[in-house]
């Protein structure tokens, strides 16, 4: 075993829980063992909820402008650890390198924008009669959950961790027991940045944990990030028990290729968007619906999928379970009367025989109603189809249940502002294969892609991280003035 058995990070210190069931932590790069991580108990929870509820006081007290502080000095050590912390992500994962070098970017671009709150958060004020003044302030909420998914071991988790704690919440944070190790140095690197003791536990386990959060009395808010099928599960617990929550889920993204697409510029794109992280993005390309005569563009995606070599620029996906689905849909889709272009089933790494990799896969000739078009993947293949007109594109798109992204591929102007007003997604790109918003614009779908109301990150967060609190304020200047009346 690589690393020391995982434990809870609660009350800035790292230990053991009450229950000995635990699960192995195995990098999908090669099968090798990582470490062990354990099933928290609802006592375990209850202890990290306890920690978080003694440091609110404090830590929702200290002005926003010393908060933040704690992020300055992250940010420096995320920059500082960043190779260190790449390489944990890419282990525990199976990315790329690479591909973790960037996650860890985008973690350090998500603490910038959260140093910036202090600039973004200040209340209003107005004099709404003689000498009466209405304010609004954002109040923290308390102590928070965060649940977060296998495929982004370090992103997700700072989707939510610099926001909500420099917003004055206590957090706790409930990782991907495929993907444990990262929150663990998130820790660390938080307490060296200063953060008190208390204000960010980490508590791992599965769905017994999951369920126990939302039941929790004294956790104010959940946020969630994964499949839609938990996300649904998660969203009505935690409201059922008056939680409130914003609660994130899966994706199937379609790309809209339309005849006067830039051939290389958009292959090189689809290449990219379907097979980035091994094609496990809740914002990865995994349809295509080609508009009219778009064969010389499936011939160079084809050519640029060639160029992605599993064990080289292309990761493992996350375990054996994952590889057997992906291949499943790959032969299912073949039966169904596909025809598999580039096929990425039966990939072998030499020197890495227990990795489980699944080579770039394009699929053209699917239709709308096989698995491979109406199904989330999560994996490196592209499923296209074709229509004659952009309405039947769209008509395409907007069927599925889904609405994180949709992309469109063209030079007409006209065309893809149409495309924009007509997709039912939350992120749309023209000529972008991952139409991620950078910050401070926040992240969000729409429909079976996410449940609650606003975004994640961004500024539309600060709504779901604070509360308003409204005062209004008359000093008896002028004693007789009534301003009801
Ligand atoms: P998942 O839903 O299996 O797991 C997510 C979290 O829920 C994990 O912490 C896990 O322990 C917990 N969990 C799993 N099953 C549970 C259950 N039955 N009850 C309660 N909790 C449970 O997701 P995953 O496989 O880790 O991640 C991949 C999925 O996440 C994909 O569907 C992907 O599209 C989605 N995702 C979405 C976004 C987004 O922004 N919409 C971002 C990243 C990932």
């Given at each position: 075993?690589?690393y020391?058995?995982?434990q809870?990070y609660i009350n ?5 829980v009450t229950?000995?069931?635990t699960m192995?932590v ?6 090798n063992?990582?470490?062990t991580v354990?099933?928290s108990?609802g ?31 992250y940010?420096f050590?995320l920059?500082k650890?960043?190779k260190?912390?790449a390489?944990?992500c890419?282990e525990?994962?199976?990315k790329?390198?690479g591909?973790?070098v960037?996650?860890i970017?985008?973690?350090i671009?998500?603490t910038?924008f959260a140093t910036s709150?202090p600039?973004?958060v200040?209340?209003e004020?107005?004099e709404v009669?003689?000498?009466?003044e209405?304010r609004t ?5 308390g102590?928070v ?5 296998f495929?982004f071991?370090?992103?997700?988790p700072?989707?939510?961790?610099p926001?909500?704690?420099a ?5 706790i944070i409930?990782p991907?027991e495929?993907v444990?190790?990262?929150c663990g ?5 938080l307490?060296e940045a200063g953060l008190p ?5 980490v508590?791992h ?6 369920n126990?959060?939302c039941?929790?009395p004294?956790?104010e808010a959940?946020?969630f990030v ?5 996300a649904?599960i998660?969203?009505?617990?935690a409201?059922?028990?008056y939680?409130r929550?914003l609660?994130l889920?899966?994706?199937?993204n379609h790309?809209?290729v339309l005849p006067?697409?830039i051939p290389?510029?958009t292959?090189?794109?689809v290449?990219?968007?379907m097979s980035g992280?091994?094609?496990q993005?809740c914002m990865?390309?995994?349809a295509m619906?080609?508009v009219?005569?778009i ?14 070599v599993?064990g080289?620029?292309?990761?493992a996906?996350?375990n054996?379970?994952?590889q ?10 073949e039966?169904?009367?596909?025809k598999?272009?580039?096929d990425g089933r039966?990939?072998k790494?030499a020197g890495?025989e227990?990795?489980t ?7 053209d000739?699917?239709?709308?109603n096989?698995s ?7 994996g490196?293949v ?8 952009v309405d ?5 798109e907007n069927?599925n249940?889904?609405?994180n ?9 006209g065309?893809?502002r149409?495309i924009i007003e007509?997709?039912?997604a ?8 991952v139409p991620?918003?950078?910050e401070p ?6 429909n ?10 961004g500024k539309?967060?600060i ?10 304020i ?5 004693a007789g003035?009534?301003w009801m009346?």
């Amino acid at each position: 075993m690589k690393y020391p058995a995982i434990q809870n990070y609660i009350n800035g210190r790292f230990v053991s829980v009450t229950t000995s069931k635990t699960m192995n932590v195995v990098s999908p790069l090669d099968g090798n063992l990582l470490s062990t991580v354990p099933m928290s108990s609802g006592k375990d929870l209850d202890d990290a909820v306890k920690a978080a509820q003694a440091a609110f006081p404090a830590w929702s007290k200290t002005p926003i402008k010393e908060r933040v502080q704690v992020f300055f000095r992250y940010k420096f050590l995320l920059e500082k650890h960043l190779k260190e912390l790449a390489e944990l992500c890419s282990e525990e994962n199976g990315k790329t390198y690479g591909e973790s070098v960037a996650e860890i970017e985008k973690c350090i671009e998500l603490t910038e924008f959260a140093t910036s709150l202090p600039q973004l958060v200040q209340g209003e004020l107005l004099e709404v009669s003689k000498g009466v003044e209405c304010r609004t302030e954002h109040a923290p909420l308390g102590v928070v959950a965060s649940i977060v998914p296998f495929n982004f071991p370090a992103m997700v988790p700072n989707w939510t961790i610099p926001n909500a704690i420099a917003l004055g919440n206590c957090m706790i944070i409930k990782p991907s027991e495929k993907v444990p190790l990262s929150c663990g140095k998130i820790a660390e690197l938080l307490k060296e940045a200063g953060l008190p003791d208390g204000v960010f536990n980490v508590v791992h386990g599965d769905v017994e944990i999951v369920n126990a959060i939302c039941d929790h009395p004294d956790i104010e808010a959940v946020s969630f990030v994964g499949s839609t099928k938990v996300a649904k599960i998660v969203y009505q617990r935690a409201t059922s028990n008056y939680k409130r929550c914003l609660s994130l889920g899966g994706a199937k993204n379609h790309l809209m290729v339309l005849p006067d697409a830039i051939p290389d510029m958009t292959a090189q794109n689809v290449a990219a968007s379907m097979s980035g992280c091994a094609g496990q993005r809740c914002m990865a390309a995994s349809a295509m619906v080609g508009v009219g005569n778009i064969d010389h563009i499936v011939a160079k995606i084809c050519d640029e999928a060639r160029k992605i070599v599993p064990g080289e620029n292309l990761g493992a996906v996350i375990n054996k379970e994952s590889q057997e689905r992906i291949e499943s849909y790959i032969t299912q889709a073949e039966k169904d009367g596909a025809k598999i272009l580039v096929d990425g089933r039966n990939a072998k790494v030499a020197g890495k025989e227990n990795g489980t990799y699944v080579g770039p896969t394009v699929i053209d000739y699917v239709t709308p109603n096989m698995s491979v078009a109406r199904e989330e993947i999560f994996g490196p293949v592209i499923s296209i189809m074709r229509t004659n007109t952009v309405d039947e594109a769209l008509a395409i798109e907007n069927a599925n249940p889904y609405g994180n992204a949709a992309s469109v591929f063209t030079q007409n102007g006209g065309m893809a502002r149409y495309i924009i007003e007509k997709a039912s997604a939350g992120m749309i790109g023209v000529n972008v294969g991952v139409p991620v918003p950078r910050e401070p614009f926040s992240f969000g779908g729409w429909n079976e892609s996410k449940f609650g109301v606003g975004d994640i990150t961004g500024k539309s967060s600060i709504e779901f991280w604070t509360k308003l609190k409204k005062s209004t304020i008359k000093w008896n200047a002028e004693a007789g003035v009534n301003w009801m009346s």
